[in-house]
């Protein structure tokens, strides 16, 4: 079983959508960029449940 080039598609939305996500609560959007691309959905909930807007 290989990965195609649509798991890496996916993967790279997920970081974008984080980084814009990261932004709006006024966060390193490039941070959590790279970190969304190391641990994909981990990152997201982080970034969704602990990070508070400030």
């Not at 970081?15 to 997201?44: E, H």
């Not at 982080?46 to 508070?52: D, K, S, T």
Request: net charge positive.
């Amino acid at each position: 079983m290989s990965l195609g080039p649509d798991y890496a598609i996916g993967w790279g939305s997920l970081a974008l959508i984080n980084a814009g996500i990261a932004q709006g609560k006024n966060r390193s959007g490039l941070n959590w960029f790279l970190l969304s691309l190391l641990f994909g959905p981990i990152a997201t909930l982080v970034l969704v449940a602990f990070c508070e807007k400030y």
